[in-house]
Structure formats: structure tokens, C-alpha cells
């Protein structure tokens, strides 16, 4: 999947947001994130990994709506995202079994295309991304005070150009 396409779908949910928001209809703070399902997985966008052609479809719920069916984790409404039916979503155990992390080594820092992923336990990646997993202490420092040559983390490497 190319570079652009992946701009391309991030733009789309920046203008919808930017438009809803001058409308009065969406608020930007970012503290007031809307509940984000993608199939039966609960995520948040920034550790999503899926390819735009994947998606079937996306819904749009908010106010009492979104509430009726999630609950108070709705409260800033909803996004509901189908993927089509050869898609296969894998969250962060399946990555460790698929590619046979040890167990040892499933406490190391996880890092995605060279970027740090914070909250592993929300990381949802479509398989068909993903190019490789493994074991290694090369990795970009965001922070110069955080380097440790020696510090062992995971590294997933996915088709996409998305930072996580």
C-alpha cells in the first residue's frame, strides 16, 4: 500500500473532523475521543494499522445514539469500521504467537516502523501489513535521553508508512 493512500485516508478523517467541528457538531479536544470499533476489536486510531482498501465500511454515531448501543464509553459518540471479509485483524498476542516471540521477550518495548507504541494493549494490525517481527536494538530514539545501544525491543515492520 503506498505512502499516499495512507495520507490520503488520515486527511479524510481530519477534514471530516475539521468539518463537523465548524459546524458546532464535534469537539477537538483530543481528550474527548469518540469509541473506535473496528470489527469486534476496540481500539484507537493511532495504533490502527489497516490498509483504506480493506475497509467495507465506516459508521458515524453520536450523541444518544452512539450511547444507546456502547454505553458511556460512547459518550463523544462512535466509529464503527467493517473490514471486508479477507481481512485479518491481529492484536498484539497473535503478532508474539504468529511470529513465535518468546515468552521472555514479550515484556520488551514494542516499536512500530520505528516508532514507539505507548499502549500496546490497544495495537490492532491488519496481517496482510505486516512485512516482518523481530528481536533487535536498533531502533530511532524520539528522545536522545532514552538511548540504550544495548536495550533489546520488538520492532514490527508493516507495509504502511503509518507511525504508531
Known sequence: MSFLKIVMFNVFFF??????????????????????????????????????????????????????????????????????????LLQVAEIFDKYKIAEGDRQLRIYINNTPVSHPERLLVDAGEIMGVEITTDKFWVNPEDANSSEKVIHIKTNSKTNK
Open 15 to 88: 477534514w471530516l473532523a475539521l468539518y463537523a467541528s465548524s459546524q458546532g457538531r464535534l469537539s477537538m479536544d483530543t481528550s474527548k475521543k469518540p469509541y473506535l470499533l473496528v470489527d469486534t476489536f476496540v481500539t484507537d486510531l493511532n495504533y490502527l494499522v489497516l490498509s483504506p482498501e480493506k475497509i467495507e465500511s465506516v459508521s458515524v454515531l453520536k450523541d444518544s445514539s452512539a450511547i444507546a448501543l456502547y454505553g458511556d464509553k460512547a459518550l463523544h459518540g462512535a466509529i464503527i469500521i467493517k473490514t471486508k471479509s479477507n481481512t485479518k
